[in-house]
């Protein structure tokens, strides 16, 4: 089964994009109707500058795209600090966490895992974990956390940006889970 690619939990690479300019990243071609679970990692994220803290982030489409939802979710994280902070993130109901505060010379890099995207009579869930790194002091962050988007339908797209401003680099690659 592995030599043939259908051994359950093995990864299927649906998309990779790599962004140098202002930007969000829209994955439009999730295989939907194929995967139940869909792996997400990104590396490397860097966003325009903004003033203060920016949030990482993930929102839902379920027109291809062409429109995301703004609503519906509940999303919180633990963000911990280097220096021993803990701190619950608000929960957000306009889109899903993908890390925690961040500022615009900061770099990020996690993983998110989304379930039922493709079933239109379940909600949608994720988790993910990520770290932050400042090296003009060596700060580092990690968070960890999850979402559900609160609406039984089917979601076949997902973009990823930051919260008032654009993401200004990064990888992000897109899986599909495969499942027996």
Not at 28 to 42: A, P, Q, R
Not at 67 to 85: I, K, L, V
Not at 86 to 101: D, V
Not at 129 to 137: A, E, I, L, T
Request: glycine share 10%.
């Amino acid at each position: 089964l592995e030599k043939q690619g259908k051994f359950g939990g093995s990864l299927e690479l649906i998309e990779e994009q790599t962004i140098s300019t202002d930007t969000t990243i829209d994955f439009t071609s999730i295989k939907e109707n194929k995967y139940d679970v869909h792996y997400l990692t990104f590396e490397n994220m860097s966003m325009t500058s903004a003033s203060g803290q920016q949030i990482p982030y993930y929102r839902l489409s379920n027109d291809n795209g062409s429109t995301f939802e703004s609503t519906n979710y509940e999303s919180t994280a633990q963000f911990n600090t280097t220096s021993g902070t803990a701190t619950k993130l608000t929960t957000r109901t306009t889109y899903g966490h993908l890390c925690g505060n961040q500022q615009s010379s900061f770099k990020w890099s996690g993983y998110a895992y989304f379930y039922n995207l493709g079933n239109s009579s379940k909600y949608s869930f994720s988790t993910f974990q990520s770290v932050g790194f400042y090296s003009g002091d060596s700060s580092q962050s990690m968070t960890f956390g999850g979402s559900v988007y609160a609406v039984a339908e089917t979601i076949n797209a997902i973009r990823l940006s930051v919260d008032t401003t654009t993401l200004a680099g990064g990888t992000a690659k897109l899986y599909g889970v495969k499942q027996l």
